[in-house]
């Protein structure tokens, strides 16, 4: 599975667009990437996944260039409910892989009012 | 849609002792992952039941062991309890052959005293 790197911390105000940026130099060609948003002692919840180019859905949206060795997740006009921790993760979802999901430190984002 | 659900929520042993945690997946899901976080880091694999057999396990002692029933629904065992056991036990279903990422519950808290 591709290591991905990411910010540790980033801080915010209400209103703003947060974008959050990802490296994941050793993508596989069947390797998708997937983002999830987790609070304090809470699961982590699923935001967006993408293979490539532009995903959106009504929380996020995901950009990723052609050569996919990177990606950002963009949330829109960000609240201070938006305040948790973000991980992006890099794996083949399919089959017996979709077992091994390896989370990293991911990042923490604080939004100020 | 049902989600993910864990029970119980939070739980406290002593060393030695043993605990048995439980998982229903989310409707229309047959593979169930169980992860481990611990406070300030990122959830690590445990293993993962697919048609009621173990079948990925992460690094973990065979301390820890799992069941699935016909239901799918799950079974997390961990025997000799050890103080570095305390962390929140998280619980992660999907669909075998799907592209599609895996969904998580809200967790177990476990504290060994």
């Known amino acids: 599975l591709a290591k991905t790197t990411q910010p540790i911390s980033m801080d915010s105000y209400e209103g703003q667009e947060v974008n959050i940026t990802c490296s994941h130099n050793?993508?596989?060609?069947?390797?998708?990437i997937t983002w999830y948003q987790q609070f304090p002692s809470q699961g982590p919840r699923f935001i967006i996944q993408?293979?490539?180019t532009k995903v959106t859905n009504e929380v996020a949206s995901l950009f990723i260039p052609a050569d996919r060795k990177s990606s950002t997740l963009s949330l829109p006009r960000v609240s201070l409910s938006d305040t948790a921790v973000y991980y992006c993760l890099v794996g083949d979802m399919s089959s017996s892989n979709t077992g091994k999901l390896i989370f990293g430190q991911g990042t923490t984002l604080q939004v100020k009012p | 849609d049902a989600g993910v659900t864990q029970s119980p929520t939070h739980l406290i042993k002593t060393r030695g002792q043993q605990v048995t945690l439980r998982c229903s997946p989310k409707?229309?899901?047959?593979?169930v992952s169980w992860y481990q976080q611990a406070l300030g880091q990122g959830p690590q694999f445990i293993f993962q039941?697919?048609?009621?057999?173990?079948?990925q396990r992460g690094n973990f002692p065979d301390r820890f062991s799992g069941h699935q029933f016909p239901n799918y629904s799950s079974e997390l065992n961990v025997n000799a309890l050890l103080l570095g056991d305390s962390a929140l036990y998280l619980c992660?279903?999907?669909?075998?052959?799907?592209?599609?990422?895996?969904?998580f519950g809200p967790g177990t808290r476990l504290t060994v005293l």
């Open positions: 039941y697919y048609e009621e057999e173990e079948r």
């Open positions: 409707s229309g899901h047959d593979t």
């Open positions: 993408g293979y490539k």
């Open positions: 050793n993508i596989a060609t069947n390797d998708y």
């Open positions: 992660a279903s999907s669909l075998v052959f799907s592209v599609d990422t895996q969904y």
